[in-house]
């Protein structure tokens, strides 16, 4: 059995369509914001990755948002672009304007069902909501052939109202629907239910795409995903690393794999190119400045690691033994000394293709090399994770409008810290010196005098890159801002270097999250 869609013409009965929602849903976590260039890059990274759907953003969130759906719309070829709207004219007008450059394009229309989010957001009565459904969607359909629509709480709407409003939304020409667990509420029998249901009782639902999108307040993003897929699901909404609202979303690299190791229980298939799992991982992290857990599934830096010694003999003798995957199916590889202090920027440039950035602008190169050559000046081995950390705080960063320029810390038992610090604000380089309690809080006391402001800094992490004395330390801190949170993350051989910069990349972040306005009802 196939069906046909507007986006993906006849889709085989088999092929899963991944819709990723990082650069939205994933974008709303408390602390994540993404400037323009870094959406571009994770929008580009999504593609090699191979999703189907890229959900770019909330064009009518604000000025910043429409343009970052736009452009990614124009730039990027292959996945449908999508962009998400209420059921307001304007949210909708603002979203098909934004996603209207794309090859191919999806708009996005959510609106609440359940009983207590009609009842206290909304305010509206049941048939209210039932008519909107239908007419926001077939507004949508007058700018894009290919319609989305969600029942936001879906999971918690009472059945033949969930019944009805979807049936609405599919005469009135939606093409995929989604049910949400929008608060992570459901468990797996549910999301197999409601699927069931909507497959039995509603007229049309064989004839448009159904898909699920998990929340993982309980931790059951991705088993509620996966049960929805047994009972008929074709879409499957997640986020790299599992990023979102609160506890975040189903994971795509999790649901991937599951699907991928496992044909025999799921029996579906994606076209996700799972040897760029990992980099993409570690793109979002450096971008977010929000590290996965050591022992999170696939990804983590313990997903493949064996410290018990029956493990490890078990491995030794047959990999399969304790490992279900091998590490090089999603893009683990054993770090190796491939580059020094001798390399040249030719070969440079080179790694860093191999390492997935692309072409990199001549300006950039010279900044990410000499770094590199800094680097390797200092250390004695250089891995693949350091040239990663150091080329990411010059690629990644390189239109924001605070810059790192230079550091130096005086620190000891026999006198007061003191840091001269300078940094480059909108294109001038600024001074300052300051004292503290020790060579951290002296930098970041010299940061205050450069660039005022009234965030308060609620989190301050040490990690290191690689193994040994002389690794690059990565460095977290967390600011908070009348209510929005931003992490940034640095990197160097010098922990109040990398403190620094950790420091400069959270306060560009929380110069993004100034500009950006939610509106209400946000959440899908």
């Given at each position: ?347 440079f440039r080179d790694k860093l293709r191999a390492l997935g950035y692309g072409e990199v602008g001549d300006n950039q190169l010279n900044d990410a090399f000499r770094r590199f050559k800094d680097v390797a000046d200092r250390k004695k081995v250089v891995y693949d994770e350091d040239i990663v950390a150091l080329v990411d705080d ?6 924001e409008r605070i810059r790192f320029v230079s550091l130096d810390v005086r620190a000891g038992s026999k006198a007061p810290p003191r840091a001269e610090l300078e940094l480059e604000v909108d294109g001038a380089v600024q001074a300052a010196e300051a004292t503290g309690d020790g060579p951290v809080d002296a930098t970041f006391n010299a940061l205050r005098q450069i660039f005022q402001h009234d965030a308060t800094l609620t989190l301050y992490s040490v990690g290191a890159v690689t193994d040994g004395t ?55």
């Amino acid at each position: 059995m196939s069906t046909n869609h507007p986006s993906f013409g006849t889709l085989d009965e088999d092929r899963l369509i991944i819709f990723d929602t990082t650069l939205r849903d994933g974008e709303q976590s408390p602390g994540f914001s993404m400037n323009l260039t870094e959406k571009l890059r994770m929008a580009e990274a999504l593609t090699d990755l191979g999703v189907d759907v890229i959900e770019a953003g909330f064009p009518i969130a604000s000025p910043g948002d429409f343009e970052s759906v736009r452009s990614i719309a124009q730039t990027i070829r292959g996945p449908v672009i999508c962009g998400l709207a209420r059921t307001g004219r304007e949210d909708i007008l603002r979203a098909a304007e934004a996603v209207k450059p794309a090859e191919r394009r999806r708009i996005h229309v959510f609106l609440s069902t359940s009983p207590l989010h009609m009842k206290h957001k909304l305010r509206m009565e049941p048939d209210a909501v039932l008519e909107l459904a239908a007419s926001s969607v077939a507004l949508a359909r007058q700018f894009a052939d290919d319609v989305e629509w969600s029942a936001e709480d879906g999971s918690r709407t009472e059945p033949d109202f969930l019944c009805r409003c979807v049936e609405a939304a599919i005469k009135a020409g939606a093409t995929t629907i989604n049910i949400p667990d929008t608060v992570g509420y459901a468990v797996p029998e549910d999301m197999a239910r409601i699927f069931t249901m909507l497959r039995e009782r509603v007229p049309g639902a064989d004839e448009v795409i159904l898909s699920t999108h998990n929340h993982n307040d309980l931790g059951l993003a991705v088993a509620n995903t996966l049960a929805a897929v047994a009972a008929g699901v074709r879409q499957i909404e997640c986020t790299i690393n599992g990023i979102g609202e609160r506890a975040g979303n189903a994971s795509l690299e999790e649901v991937a794999m599951a699907v991928r190791t496992r044909p025999d229980a799921i029996g579906r298939r994606t076209g996700i190119r799972t040897e760029n799992i990992l980099r993409t991982s570690k793109l979002l992290a450096t971008i977010t400045g929000f590290d996965v857990q050591p022992n999170k599934a696939i990804v983590g830096r313990n997903a493949f690691a064996h410290e018990s010694g029956i493990h490890q003999d078990g491995v030794l003798k047959h990999a399969g033994t304790y490992e279900i995957m091998t590490p090089e199916s999603v893009g683990w590889t054993k770090s190796s000394l491939v580059m020094g202090k001798h390399s040249g920027r030719a070969a440079f440039r080179d790694k860093l293709r191999a390492l997935g950035y692309g072409e990199v602008g001549d300006n950039q190169l010279n900044d990410a090399f000499r770094r590199f050559k800094d680097v390797a000046d200092r250390k004695k081995v250089v891995y693949d994770e350091d040239i990663v950390a150091l080329v990411d705080d010059e690629v990644m960063r390189d239109h924001e409008r605070i810059r790192f320029v230079s550091l130096d810390v005086r620190a000891g038992s026999k006198a007061p810290p003191r840091a001269e610090l300078e940094l480059e604000v909108d294109g001038a380089v600024q001074a300052a010196e300051a004292t503290g309690d020790g060579p951290v809080d002296a930098t970041f006391n010299a940061l205050r005098q450069i660039f005022q402001h009234d965030a308060t800094l609620t989190l301050y992490s040490v990690g290191a890159v690689t193994d040994g004395t002389d690794a690059q330390a990565r460095v977290t801190v967390r600011l908070e801002e009348n209510g929005k949170m931003v992490d940034g993350q640095g990197a160097d051989t010098d922990t109040i270097v990398a403190s620094a910069r950790a420091y400069v990349h959270a306060l560009n972040k929380l110069l993004v999250k100034r500009a950006r306005t939610e509106p209400e009802a946000l959440s899908a």
